[in-house]
């Protein structure tokens, strides 16, 4: 048994050994741990900064670099999405109706904000249509079968629907498919109480299927977005963030010294193969990244980085991330409108942009996190605990 202060519990670290006899870890999932929102408020701020970025469009400069890594920021949220869906079963399987429990979780958790979404940003295009083309009514993509298909959280299937009623919904349905998905590979992780082997299998199996995928379509996932977003792209994130769990305690052991080393060893692992004339490469670009992520989780987590604000823009990540995109347009649109703001002085934009763009979701975000999230995540246990005393 490894004793580990950054889980705040005890955690039996993984042995792929020939008896497989290793249990998987055990944590306390009530508990909230400090360093998954930290995480978390990292992972919004790097994509906010990528939004911020796009006045930068051409532009060489540093800051464009820096800015433009925060569109991995999505890859950090579902890295830390896997590693907190197994501190929730871990305490709760077994327990009687666990997966109606972790279904409603999971809904509660995400479809009301989402919902607030869907009505945000349709009449928000009605705004965008009249200042782009004149016309006083929604954009064309707001169709009943788009919109229907968001509202049950199957649009990462449907090319038209994908990304097109709520900016940036494309993680929100790849997340989702992930939440159907892994009862499956959380029983079979138990079942195996092999992860590193299991773990390769599984990565060879998303590999296969990114690549089938591709075949049966004519596309690759560099030239469309449709694919590369997809879960069958995005799953070998969450596989990887699953790995990352069950070795945790064996990585938060690790010297920070070690853990910078592997995050950048990581990092500049996927930036020099994103590009690359090889097969997949943006595929297995994320994969680097996603294992620069769990060494950051690890880093993290083995310094106890609490970071009060950076924490607290975790807690309010969902709510950020959703409406962020509305703020990004707003400001945007000032800067650009007429003689443009500060077009001559495209980093000085890009930061003005970032900073206002966080400041105004992070208030916002307290507000819908209170009136919105919370109330429904309250009514999602109390709808559990009657379901629970009617049984």
């Known amino acids: 048994?490894?004793?580990?202060?950054?889980?705040?519990?005890t955690v039996s670290?993984?042995?792929?050994?020939?008896s497989g006899s290793s249990p998987p870890p055990h944590v306390l999932a009530d508990k909230r741990y400090p360093w998954i929102d930290v995480l978390r408020g990292i992972a919004i701020l790097m994509v906010i900064a990528v939004h911020a970025s796009h006045g930068l469009k051409g532009s060489d400069s540093l800051l464009r670099t820096i800015f433009g890594f925060g569109g991995f920021g999505v890859q950090l949220f579902f890295v830390a999405s896997a590693m907190t869906l197994c501190m929730s079963l871990e305490n709760n399987y077994g327990k009687p109706r666990w997966l109606i429990k972790y279904a409603a979780r999971r809904y509660f958790r995400i479809a009301p904000m989402y919902y607030v979404g869907i009505v945000l940003y349709f009449f928000w295009s009605f705004a965008k249509?009249?200042?782009?083309?004149?016309?006083?009514?929604?954009?064309?993509?707001?169709t009943v079968t788009n919109v229907l298909t968001n509202v049950i959280f199957i649009h990462g299937f449907f090319p038209?629907?994908?990304?097109?009623?709520?900016?940036?919904?494309?993680?929100?349905?790849?997340?989702?498919?992930?939440?159907?998905l892994f009862p499956c590979l959380f029983l079979l992780y138990r079942t195996v109480k092999r992860p590193l082997?299991?773990?390769?299998?599984?990565?060879?199996?998303?590999?296969?299927?990114?690549?089938?995928?591709?075949?049966?379509?004519?596309?690759?996932?560099?030239?469309?977005?449709?694919?590369?977003?997809?879960?069958?792209?995005?799953?070998?994130?969450?596989?990887?963030g699953m790995l990352g769990f069950y070795y945790l305690p064996v990585i938060c052991r690790r010297h920070p010294v070690f853990l910078f080393l592997v995050i950048f060893l990581f990092g500049v692992l996927g930036y020099g193969v994103w590009e690359q004339p090889i097969h997949n490469a943006r595929f297995l670009a994320l994969a680097a990244y996603?294992?620069?992520?769990?060494?950051?989780?690890?880093?993290?987590?083995?310094?106890?980085?609490?970071?009060?604000?950076?924490?607290?823009?975790?807690?309010?990540?969902?709510?950020?991330?959703?409406?962020?995109?509305?703020?990004?347009?707003?400001?945007?649109?000032?800067?650009?409108?007429?003689?443009?703001?500060?077009?001559?002085?495209?980093?000085?934009?890009?930061?003005?942009?970032?900073?206002?763009?966080?400041?105004?979701?992070?208030r916002i975000a307290g507000l819908t996190k209170r009136w919105i999230e919370d109330p429904c995540i309250r009514l999602g246990a109390r709808f559990m605990k009657l379901r629970s005393g009617a049984q």
């Open 1 to 9: 048994m490894v004793q580990l202060t950054c889980l705040s519990s």
């Open 13 to 18: 670290a993984p042995a792929d050994d020939a």
């Open 129 to 142: 249509n009249y200042t782009q083309n004149g016309l006083l009514g929604p954009l064309p993509q707001y």
């Open 160 to 180: 038209a629907a994908y990304n097109n009623i709520v900016p940036g919904g494309w993680s929100i349905g790849t997340e989702v498919a992930f939440y159907v």
């Open 197 to 240: 082997l299991l773990s390769v299998f599984l990565l060879a199996g998303c590999y296969l299927l990114i690549s089938l995928v591709q075949w049966w379509l004519g596309q690759t996932i560099a030239g469309s977005d449709f694919l590369y977003f997809n879960i069958a792209n995005q799953l070998q994130v969450f596989i990887i």
């Open 290 to 362: 996603a294992g620069a992520f769990v060494g950051l989780a690890a880093l993290v987590a083995r310094m106890k980085l609490k970071g009060a604000w950076l924490g607290d823009i975790g807690r309010r990540s969902f709510s950020m991330y959703v409406v962020h995109f509305l703020f990004m347009n707003v400001i945007d649109y000032s800067f650009n409108h007429g003689s443009g703001l500060l077009t001559e002085y495209p980093n000085l934009k890009a930061l003005v942009h970032f900073g206002v763009a966080v400041l105004a979701t992070y």
